[in-house]
C-alpha cells in the first residue's frame, strides 16, 4: 500500500516519534524510506551572522558552523537509517540545503512516494495549507 516513505526529520521529539510511526508501517507494505534532513539556509546564516573567531574572516567562520552543523546532522541521519534498516527497510538518506518545505516538495514530486509522514509541533498553518480555509472545513 505505501511502498515508499518519506521521512522528513528535523530531530525534534515530533519527528522521534514519528519515526515510530514509519517503522510500524513495514506491516502495511512498505519497502522503502527515504529519510530527508534539510539543511536550512536561513538557520545557517542566522547562526554565523557577523561572527568570527580572532584572526579569521566572518565568511570562514560562517563556513566551519555549516560543516559542523553538517556533521551534527549526518551522524543523527546514520543513527535513523540503522534504526530502519533494522527493521529490514531499504531506507536512503537526503541532506538537501534549503528552505524546508521547499525542499520537501521537491523530494515529494522527484521520488514518486506514497507517504510523507513528519510529526508536528502544531505552531503552523499547516493544516489550512492542506485542508483549506477554516470555512471550508465546517
Known amino acids: 500500500m505505501f511502498r515508499k516513505i518519506l521521512y522528513p526529520t528535523d530531530f525534534s521529539d515530533c519527528a522521534v516519534k514519528a519515526l515510530e510511526y514509519v517503522k510500524k508501517l513495514k506491516e502495511a507494505g512498505t519497502e522503502e524510506v527515504v529519510v530527508v534532513h534539510v539543511m536550512d539556509v536561513r538557520e ?17 567562520y560562517e563556513l566551519e558552523v555549516q560543516e559542523m552543523m553538517r556533521a551534527n546532522a549526518e ?32 523530494i515529494v514530486e522527484g521520488e514518486d512516494v506514497s507517504l510523507t509522514v513528519l510529526g508536528s509541533h502544531g505552531k503552523s498553518n499547516v493544516r489550512e495549507m492542506l485542508l483549506g480555509a477554516r470555512s471550508l472545513r465546517r
Open 75 to 106: 551522524k543523527k541521519l546514520e543513527a535513523v537509517k540503522m534504526e530502519i534498516e533494522k527493521e529490514g527497510l531499504k531506507v536512503s538518506v537526503k541532506t538537501p540545503d534549503g528552505i524546508p518545505f521547499k525542499e520537501i516538495l521537491k
Open 44 to 60: 545557517m546564516a542566522t547562526m554565523a551572522t557577523g561572527v568570527a573567531w580572532p584572526g579569521e574572516t566572518t565568511v570562514a
